[in-house]
C-alpha cells in the first residue's frame, strides 16, 4: 500500500521519469499505432523496429559516441531506409508486403548483429549500453529521456490534429481521397513518419518486440469498442498510457520486474478482456445476441404454427404433435420454448396440450403476415418462382420490421390493411379467432 | 573442418526452413517465423523449469508445444475472437514473448536461466550452449540436427501436395473434401519444429531469414513450382558459403553473415526481374 501511495505521488524522482516516459510512450504509440492497424499493416511496425538496429550501431560507429540523440536519428534514418525497401519490394515485384516485411526485417536485423559482434570484437568495453536498443531499459530513463517524450507527443498530436481529415480520407477511402486532390503518398509518409518517431524514441525504454507490441496492441483492444476514429486513437492511447503506468509500477514495487514486458501483459489482458466482453463487438455479447436471436426465432416458428393450425381449422388446442405437422421440433428445444413462452404469457398451459393466448395469437399471426408479404413481394418484384418463396420467407419473417414492412406494401401498391393471408391463400378466415 | 560443418549447417537449416517458407511465401503469412521464434520463448522456460535440464529434448518439446498453441491462438483470436488477422499475430506473439522474458526475469535467481544471455541469443538456446556454431566440432550436436532436418525434410515432401493445395485454392480444397485446416495446424507444427530445430544452433535471426528469403528469391526466379525447391537450395548453399565468408573476414556472427548474404541473393534477384520486366 505504502508502495503504490510512493508512486502515485511520484515522491521518488527516478520512478517519476520513468513512470512519465512510459506513460507518454503508452499513449503516443497506442494512438499512432492505430493508423497503421486501419490500414492492416500491424507488423510495419514489427520490421521498423527491427530494421532500427544496424542504425544505432553505424551512428555509435561514425560517431564514436553513445549520445542518445545521435542514435536515436540512427535508428529512424534506418528505420525509414527499411520502410522505403518494403515499399519497393512490394510495388516492384511479385513479392507480396507480408514477405517483404520478413525479408527486410530479418536482413536488417542480421547486418545489425553482424555490425554489433564487429564492434564487441573491436570496441571491446565500450559499447555497453548498446544493447539497450535491442532490449530495452525503461530504468534507465533521464529527465532529458521524459523530455524527448513530451515532444515527441506533442509533436504526433499536433500532426494528426493538423493532417486529421486527410489522415481518415487515405487510410478509410484512398481513391476518394486521391479524386478530391489529396496526396495519398505523402500522407502515407506521414503516418511512416509518426511511426518511426514514435519507434526510435521507444526503443531504447521497451526494446523492440515490445516497442512493435505497444504499437499492435492498444489498437486492436480499442477496436472492440468503437467503430470511429476520433475515440478510437483516444481509447487505444489511453489503454496504451494506463498499461505503461501500470507497468511502471509493477517494476517500481519489484525492482528485478522489467517494465516493457509488464506494460504489455497489462495491455494484452486490456486485449483479451475487450475482445471477450466489449459490448456490441465482443465475444460474450455476440454469442449471448445470437442465442437471444434462435430463441425468439424458435419462438415465432412455434406461435407461427399454432397459428396456421388454428387458421385450418385443427382447433385451438395445439400439442407437440400437431405442431410437428408444421414445424419440426427437437424436444428438449420444444420444451424449452413452450416454458419461455408460457412464461411471457403468448400461450396457456390446457391440461393435455396448451392454447394461444390473445396475445400470442396476434404475434403469431403477424408472423405469417410478414411470411405472405415477403413471399408477395419476392413474386411480384423479383420474379422469383413460387416454390422458391417459401423458403427465403421462412427466414425473412423473423427480420421484417414494421417500417421495411410499410414500405414494401407501399411499393406493391398495397394498403397497410392487406391481409395476404386472405388474398394469397385463399383461406376463409376463421372470424372467431381473428 | 570446422568451416565445412558450420556451411553444412547452414544449408540443411536453410533447405529445410526454406522448404517451408516456400508454403508460407504462398499462403502470405511469412511473419510467422518471426512470430513463432519469439512465441516458444515460454515454453522453453516452463520446460526448462519442469525439467531442470538443459538437455534438448525437453525444450524442444517445450517450443514445439508452444508453436502449435501460438498458432491455435492466432486462429482462435482472428475466427472466433473477430481479432483482424494481422493483429492478432501481433498480440499473441509479442504478448508470449513478455510473458516469457517476465518468466526469465522471475526465475533468474533460483534457475540457472540468465535474462542477459536468454535475450542476446535473441532466443532462449544460450542456456544450451550451443550458441553460434561452437558445438559443431562435437559430432552429436550436428548428427541430432541433421536427423531432425532429415524428418522435417521427409514430412514436407510427404505432405507436399496436401500443403499445396490447401494453399492454392482453399475454398476447392475445401469443397473436394481436404481437411483445410488440420493441414495449416501440420505446416504451423512444421514450421515450429524446423524453426526451434534449426535456431538452437543458428539462433532465431537467420532462421526468419531462411524462412522467407531463399524462398523469395525462388519465387522472383521462376513461375515453375517444381524448379523452386532447387532454388531455394542453391539460394540456401550459396547464402551459407558466401555468408561463412563474409564472417570470416569481418570476424562478426556467422548467422547475421548469413542472413545478409541471403538478402544480397535475393535484390540480386529483385534487379534482375525488375529489369526482366
Redesign the interface.
Known sequence: MEILYKYLTLDDPNVRYVALSIVLLGGVSGAVGCFN?LQ????V??TVAHSMLPGVLVAFLLSGVKNPYVLITGAAISGWLSILLVDA?TN?????N??A???V???F??????????IQ??YLGNQSGL?HY??GNAAAMSPEDSTAFAWVSILVVILVIAYYFNLKAVIFNPDYAQSIGINNKKVKGLISFITILSISVGIKAVGI??M??LL??P??AA?FWTSRLVPMLILSGFFGAFSGWIGAFVSYAKT???T???T??VV?CI?FAS??FAPK?G?VY?RWSKLLLKRRINEENLLKAAVQNEVRGKGKLFTRESIMTRQFFEFKRWKRTIKRLVRSKLIHKVNTGYTLSTKGRSYGAEIDRRHKIWEVYLQRRMQMSLHLVHDEAETMEHFLTPEIENEILSELGLCSRFNPILEIHELVPDTELL | MDAFWIILTGFLVASSTGMLGNLL?LR????M??ALS?AVLPGIVVAYLISGSRASLPLFLGAIIMGVLTTFLIQF?SS?????S??????VF??L???G??MV??F??EADIDADCV??GELAFVPLQVSGFMGLGVPSPVWTLLVLLAIIQLIFWAGYKGWLITSFNAEYAQSIGVKTMIWHYSLMAATSVATVVSFESV?A??V??F???P??TA??LTDELRFMPVLIMVQGALSAVGGYM??EA????I??????M??FL?IAA?LW??KKG
Do not use: C, N
Open positions: 492497424f492492416k499493416k500491424t507488423l511496425g514489427e519490394i516492384h515485384s511479385k513479392i507480396k507480408d514477405s516485411l520478413a525479408i526485417l530479418s536482413s536485423f542480421g547486418f545489425g548483429i553482424v555490425l554489433l559482434t564487429m570484437s573491436r544493447d535491442i532490449f518486440v515490445m512493435s507490441a499492435i496492441i489498437p486492436t477496436r528485478s520486474m522489467p516493457g514486458p509488464w504489455i501483459v494484452s486485449a475482445m471477450l463487438k465475444v455476440q | 511465401l502470405k503469412m511469412s511473419m517465423g518471426d519469439h483470436f472466433k475472437g473477430k481479432m483482424q494481422d493483429a492478432a499475430m501481433g498480440t509479442t504478448f514473448f513478455a510473458v522474458v517476465i526475469t522471475r533468474a535467481g535475450l542476446h539462433g535471426i537467420l526468419i531469414a524462412l522467407v528469403v524462398a523469395a519465387y522472383l563474409i564472417s569481418l570476424e562478426a556472427s548467422s547475421g553473415s548469413m542472413s545478409v541471403s538478402f535475393f529483385f526481374s525488375k
